[in-house]
Structures are given as C-alpha cells and as structure tokens.
C-alpha cells in the first residue's frame, strides 16, 4: 500500500501550466517522507488508476485557468465518473477516482486536488511572476495534507491577503 501518492500535471514549455511540476521537484528534492510517492505527467491518464487504488492518500497538484493568478485553491476530490469517452485524452481527478474505484475495487481515503491559478499558459518554460510567488503555499499545503495536521480550506485565498 502506498502511503501517499501525489500527481503532478504540467507541460514545462507552456509557462504557467509547468507550475504543478516545480511543486513535484520541490518535494522530490526531500520535503516528502519516503513513502510518498510523487508522479509528474503532462497530463492524468487512466494508466494512473491502479496507483490510485493501492493509496491512502492521493493529493492532485495542477494549474487552472479559472482561478486568478497565483491564488491557491483546495478542495476534497470525490469519484465521479468522466462522460463516456473522456479517457482519450486528459482524465479529471474525480474521473480517475471513480476509475480507480471500478476496475481495482479501491479508491484513497483522502483525496484533494490543488489547483494553482495561472497568468499565462504561452510557450515559455518560465514561471510568472503570482505563480512562482505561490509554489511555497502548494508546498504548505501538502504538507499539511500529509501530515493530517489540518483539512485545507476549499476558499481559494488571495496571496496578498493578511488572513
């Protein structure tokens, strides 16, 4: 059983969305306890499913075109099965739990997604300037997940507020 499994999801040639993947290097590089396992992709495919199934936890790390630029967002993620067909290209988080669900019979306990807003997803392998400044809260927010110190809020939170 894999204790944590966290899934990283980014192109590193398309600026902003490469975000996820300085996250999965920041924790590679020793933040995380041995037994979690981290995966970079440049996109969630339904191969990911049967890890999916032997986690407790599983933490998706992606960046989002919806939310503003730089602000983090954190919600619980449940399984939902994707429309029929979906899984050609990109699988969604609750698509890849519901999967993961139906062919192993498993899913995590906990699941979260961890949505970073981008500024710009142009050809680029640099970060903007909101997105680099918010890499360090990513960061405290799985490790507060893994450490089950406390829930994280589904309110994104703008990093220039004082709350």
């Known amino acids: 059983m894999i204790r944590a499994l966290i899934l990283a999801c980014g192109n590193s040639l398309r600026g902003d969305d490469a975000a996820a993947l ?14 979690t396992k981290i995966h970079s992709s440049t996109q969630w495919t ?33 399984p939902i099965p994707d429309a029929p067909g979906s899984f050609s290209h990109r699988t969604s988080p609750a698509g890849l739990l519901a999967l993961a669900k139906r062919l192993y019979g ?19 392998e640099e970060l903007s300037e909101p997105v680099r400044h918010a890499i360090p809260e990513v960061l405290e927010r799985v490790e507060a997940i893994l450490s089950n110190i406390s829930l994280p ?5 703008d990093p220039g507020s004082l709350s």
Request: proline share 8%; glycine share 4%.
């Open 153 to 157: 809020s589904d309110e994104p939170r």
């Open 106 to 124: 498993m899913i995590p306990s906990r699941a979260f997604l961890i949505t970073i807003g981008a500024k710009s997803f142009e050809l680029s």
């Open 46 to 78: 339904p191969e990911l499913a049967e890890s999916i199934s032997q986690a407790k936890l599983v933490i998706f790390v992606d960046a989002s075109a919806v939310v503003p630029p730089g602000v983090v967002q954190t919600r619980a993620v449940l």
């Open 22 to 35: 300085h996250v999965a290097r920041e924790l590679r590089s020793g933040l995380c306890e041995p037994e």
